[in-house]
């Protein structure tokens, strides 16, 4: 479904790589340029007021990601995170990099691949996943990462 001001914004993702935000407005990845890119002050402002658990990490092009670190319960939780942090992705057309490793320490790396930077689609989707997926943390990692227990009370 089409929105009648703009022909390119859709209620859902779709075969066009159109990302939806959680205002349910997209933004076809093929239509971005580099100029959708964010600098590092802008992902840093969004990152301080609503992303606290991620940061801003320097690639080797010169751009930015963005990234989420955390101990899962166990090898099940985690596996469940990602996976649910995966559909999402998936209903949303925006594919971030999910890493496993040390069978319960999940790394969710998200920028917009095609420019090789942040865009309004990778802070979009990273509040997604952070309101729409609960993560059983480990009780250990929970308790030295205060930052998360608002979100693992959700």
């Known amino acids: 479904m089409s929105s009648p001001s703009d022909p390119n914004v859709s209620d859902t993702g779709d075969a066009t790589g159109a990302v939806c935000t959680s205002k349910a407005t997209c933004i076809p990845c093929h239509s971005l340029d580099t100029s ?8 840093d ?13 320097e690639l080797e092009e010169g751009n930015i990601c963005i990234e989420r ?9 985690a596996l469940q995170c990602i996976n ?21 320490n999940v790394k969710i790396v998200m920028f917009t691949h095609k420019l ?12 997604m996943l952070d309101t729409e997926v609960t993560v059983q943390y480990s009780p250990k990692w929970l308790q ?8 693992a009370l959700k």
Do not use: C
């Open 84 to 104: 649910e942090m995966g559909a999402i992705a998936e209903r949303e057309g925006h594919h971030p990099d999910f890493h496993l490793t040390g069978y319960r």
């Open 116 to 127: 090789g930077g942040v865009t309004t689609n990778d802070l979009q989707l990273a509040k």
């Open 69 to 77: 670190s955390f101990t899962a319960k166990n090898f099940t939780a």
């Open 45 to 57: 402002a969004e990152l301080g007021s609503s992303l606290q658990l991620w940061d801003a990490v």
């Open 144 to 151: 030295s990462h205060p930052e998360a227990k608002a979100i």
């Open 36 to 43: 959708a890119i964010l600098s590092r002050k802008e992902v």
